[in-house]
């Protein structure tokens, strides 16, 4: 367990040194709409919401979109009449993705160990840092935040703690003051936890929360309040984990050790309802391409695809196909997945969107080499992709497209 020790005065903050474990995680603000007017000045300061694929609902707003009213989840319908003073943007989700990298690289400059934990958030472990930039915590918390908004012109709001839940904890904190870095050191920790909702507790969902509530527990300094005996019980390891992360132990340390997602998926809504099998099959073709170059930059292969179509009135369809050989080849998904279209597809049935997830992983470094495989063919896939990825990296994403053969009727 580590102790927070050391309490200083910085200014009129209250700032903890820690000798053994620090952990900041650091959020970006309104990371979609932070993107969007990073690279259109004329968006600062101005109500901006994000919507999903073909503008279906609101995904991320600026604060100025927030004092309008507007919510999370929102569908347009709903806000074009009453909001019409907000600006309007379709997710662009290649930018975020590239901002994302630019963020991330820039707390690897601080921090030889970072966690990413999604795609505008990342665990960083601070231990120790005070000594090599000869100032305290809070204060290295600050000049990330500035160089990562002077570099990427993202805001980011810092939490810092001796664990991850307090971390996560003082970063929503942090979001709501000024300067944007808010800490919890060991003399924190209680009074904070006295004033926060047990909903408010990271990894609590709604099942959980409404169980605690149940047993009289509304505040997180209830929750750590329990025996270690009763929260095994009653919630499991998971519990246990709560509790002492809650009480600044840190049981989850901060991992920079890449680790492969438990899927990939990739899915739009259609431009329109469509019964159309050859407009299907090109919506699938860009994802699954999009799919097979996420995949490949994490060096790694798939035996899992799958396909769905959702209809128009929001019924879902789906089949899966296991493969005996990992792959990361789009032309060899896309045959896979116009076999299970042809299946699926019903010309009768008009179709909103379609979507392709890629599943079961296995690194390439850790591929096992088959008897029965074909090395020269494999070769030649492998040149394939590398060439694909070399002209998009060059030229710019969806600069290739693939094709499907149009069978005669």
């Known amino acids: 367990m580590s102790e927070f020790v050391e309490e200083i005065t910085k200014k009129d903050k209250n700032v903890t040194m820690a000798k053994k474990n620090v952990i900041a995680l650091v959020d970006c603000d309104s990371f979609f709409v932070s993107c969007e007017q990073a690279v259109n000045s004329e968006l600062k300061g101005k109500p901006v919401c994000v919507m999903s694929a073909r503008g279906q609902c609101v995904i991320s ?26 600006v309007y943007l379709t997710a662009n989700h290649d930018l975020y993705k590239d901002f994302s990298k630019k963020v991330m690289a820039v707390l690897k400059d601080f921090s030889p160990k970072v966690e990413v934990y999604s795609i505008d958030e990342a665990f960083v472990d601070l231990t120790g ?58 003399k924190k920790i209680i009074p904070v936890l006295e004033k926060t909702s047990i909903d408010e507790i990271w990894g609590i969902g709604k099942n959980l929360s409404l169980f605690f509530r149940k047993n009289g ?20 390891v998971r519990g246990l984990e709560m509790k002492h992360e809650l009480l600044g132990e840190m049981v989850s340390p901060v991992s920079d050790e890449v680790k492969l997602p438990k899927s990939i998926q990739n899915t739009c809504a259609l431009a329109k309802f469509t019964s ?134």
Request: glycine share 6%; with cysteine.
């Open 61 to 86: 707003r600026s604060r100025e979109a927030k004092k309008l009213g507007i919510r999370m989840g929102m569908p347009y319908f709903q806000v074009e009449g009453q909001m019409k003073k907000a």
């Open 129 to 186: 840092l005070e000594r090599l930039y000869k100032k305290d915590y809070f204060e290295i918390a600050e000049m990330i935040r500035a160089e990562i908004l002077e570099r990427i012109g993202i805001p980011v709001s810092i939490g810092i703690s001796s664990s991850k839940s307090l971390a996560k904890l003082a970063s929503d904190k942090a979001k709501n003051i000024t300067g944007g870095v808010f800490l919890i050191g060991s």
């Open 217 to 236: 527990i509304i505040t997180a300094y209830e929750l750590v309040q329990q025996s270690d005996i009763w929260l095994n019980k009653q919630v499991g």
């Open 276 to 409: 159309d099998k050859d407009y299907l099959k090109n919506s699938l073709n860009y994802h699954i391409h999009r799919a097979c170059v996420r995949l490949r930059s994490l060096d790694a292969k798939c035996f899992g695809v799958s396909i769905f179509l959702r209809t128009k009135d929001f019924k879902v369809f789906s089949e899966k196909r296991v493969l005996n050989k990992a792959t990361d080849f789009e032309l060899e998904i896309s045959d896979i997945i116009f076999e299970l279209l042809e299946k699926l597809y019903r010309p009768n049935i008009l179709y909103r969107s379609t979507g392709v997830i890629l599943d079961t992983f296995e690194f390439n470094s850790e591929a096992q080499l088959s008897l029965f495989g074909n090395s020269e063919e494999d070769e030649k896939k492998a040149k394939l992709t590398k060439c694909f990825d070399k002209l998009e990296s060059r030229f710019g994403k969806n600069i290739i497209q693939t094709g499907f053969i149009q069978k005669d009727v």
